[in-house]
C-alpha cells in the first residue's frame, strides 16, 4: 500500500473503533441506569452484573458496526474534503475511483471480522447474556399453549393438551407413528413427567397399542352375481401400566422461554434448529431464518454503507463539516428504518427471508451508484 492509502485507512479505523468505544460507553451507562432497580431487586452482586455486560458490550458492538463504518466513512472523508486534501489528491491525478481503495479495504477488514464474531464468537456469549436475562430481567415465563403438535421424527407426532414448564409435566399426551399413512402404534399416557436424574420422561398411567397386520375377511356374496364384499379387520396388542421410563428427542428446553433465542445461536446451530423446525413442521421458523441471512448479508451491508458514506461526503461543504455528518446520520436512520419494516415483513411471513433481508442492501447500493455518477473526479 502507498503511504497515502495508510494516511487514510489508518484515520477511517481509528475513527471506526473511537466511534464504537463511545457509542458503547453511551449505550452501556443508559442501559445500566435503566435496569439498576432490577439489578438491586434480583440482589445481584457487582461481579454479576459485570459479567453480564462483558457479555452484553460485545453483542452491541456487533450490531452498531454497520452503522459506525458509515459514521466513521462520512467523518473523515468530510474532514478531508473540508481540509481541502480530496481536491489536492485529485488534482495530483489521483482518481477518485482509487481514492475508495483504502476505505474498501477497511471496510473489508470489518466486515470479515463482524461476520466472524456474529457466526462464532458472539453466540456463544449470548447464551450467558440471554440467560441472565430470562432469570432475572424478565417476568417468569409460563409456557400456555394448549394442544401442542409436534412432529419429533419422520412419520411419528407427539400431542399433548397442556404442559406445566413450572413443574415440568405434560398431561394428555399422545406419541402416534405411522407407515404409509396408517397408524401402526400409539403410546397415550394421562401424564408425563421429567426425570431430571435419569434425564428422561416418565409416563403415568400409559397404554401401548400396536398393529400387527390387517386382513380381508370374505362377507357373504351379495344378491348380484360376481360380486363378493370384504371387510378389512386390524389385529392390535395393547399393553398398559402405571409407570414407565421412556427416552424422547424433545426435552424441558424445548418448552421454555424463547425469549431472543436465535442471539445464542451460532451459524451451524441456527441451521441444525431450523431444520428441526421445519422437520416438526413448527411456526415461527422465519424469525431464526431472518437472523441467518442477516449475519451473510451483513459483510455487504458495511461495503455498501462505507461506499456511501464516502460519496455523500467527498464534496467541500461551505458550511464545514456539519452538514456531511448530518446528512450522513439521516442516512443512516433511513437505512435501519428500511431494515427493521423489511425485516418485520419477513418474520410476519409477508416475504421471503433471503429476499427481504436483501432488499436494503439494493436499494442503498443502487442510490450509491446513481451518485457517484455526479461525484466530480
Known amino acids: 500500500m502507498k503511504l497515502l492509502d495508510k494516511y487514510i485507512l489508518k484515520r477511517f479505523l481509528s475513527t471506526f473503533f473511537f466511534v ?10 443508559i442501559d445500566l441506569t435503566e435496569k439498576m432497580d432490577k439489578f438491586a431487586l434480583a440482589g445481584l452482586s457487582a461481579t454479576q452484573i459485570l459479567g453480564y455486560y462483558l457479555d452484553f458490550i460485545p453483542w452491541i458492538g456487533s450490531l452498531l458496526a454497520p452503522i459506525t463504518i458509515f459514521i466513521a466513512a462520512v467523518y473523515v472523508c468530510s474532514r478531508m474534503a473540508g481540509h481541502s486534501e480530496i481536491i489536492a489528491i485529485l488534482s495530483s491525478g489521483v482518481s477518485f475511483r482509487r481514492i475508495l481503495l483504502p476505505f474498501f479495504v477497511g471496510a473489508t477488514l470489518v466486515g470479515v471480522l463482524n461476520f466472524v464474531l456474529n457466526g462464532w464468537v458472539i453466540p456463544n456469549s449470548n447464551k450467558s447474556r ?20 409436534i412432529q419429533v421424527a419422520p412419520n411419528t407426532y407427539l400431542y399433548m393438551q397442556s404442559y406445566n414448564n413450572s413443574t415440568q409435566i405434560g398431561y394428555h399426551f399422545t406419541l402416534e407413528r405411522f407407515e404409509n399413512n396408517k397408524l401402526m402404534e400409539k403410546l397415550s399416557a394421562n401424564r408425563i413427567e421429567w426425570d431430571s436424574t435419569k434425564l428422561k ?27 363378493e364384499t370384504k371387510r378389512m379387520v386390524s389385529t392390535d396388542t395393547v399393553i398398559a401400566g402405571a409407570s414407565l421410563d421412556t427416552a424422547l428427542v424433545i426435552e424441558p428446553k424445548e418448552f421454555e422461554s424463547d425469549y431472543r433465542k436465535y442471539d445464542g445461536l451460532t451459524l451451524k446451530e441456527l441451521d441444525d434448529f431450523i431444520n428441526t423446525l421445519r422437520a416438526r413442521g413448527s411456526t415461527g421458523i422465519e424469525v431464526y431464518e431472518v437472523e441467518k441471512y442477516t449475519r451473510y448479508t451483513s459483510p455487504f ?20 463539516t456539519g452538514p456531511q455528518i448530518v ?17 418485520t415483513f419477513a418474520e410476519t411471513g409477508a416475504l421471503p427471508p433471503q429476499i427481504s433481508v436483501w432488499i436494503p442492501n439494493i436499494i442503498f447500493g443502487v442510490i450509491s451508484i446513481i451518485m457517484y455518477k455526479f461525484v466530480p473526479r
Open 201 to 227: 420422561w416418565t409416563l403415568r398411567d400409559w397404554s401401548l397399542k400396536k398393529v400387527d397386520g390387517i386382513f380381508e375377511i370374505p362377507q357373504q356374496p351379495e344378491i348380484a352375481e360376481g360380486f
Open 20 to 29: 464504537v468505544l463511545i457509542l458503547l460507553a453511551i449505550i452501556t451507562i
Open 130 to 149: 440471554v440467560s441472565f436475562e430470562v432469570q432475572y430481567l424478565k417476568s417468569k415465563y409460563y409456557f400456555d399453549q394448549r394442544n401442542v403438535h
Open 301 to 320: 451491508t458495511i461495503f455498501i454503507l462505507v461506499f456511501m458514506g464516502v460519496i455523500v461526503s467527498s464534496r467541500k461543504s461551505r458550511g464545514g
Open 327 to 343: 446528512l450522513g446520520f439521516f442516512l443512516s436512520f433511513i437505512f435501519i428504518l428500511f431494515f427493521t419494516l423489511f425485516r
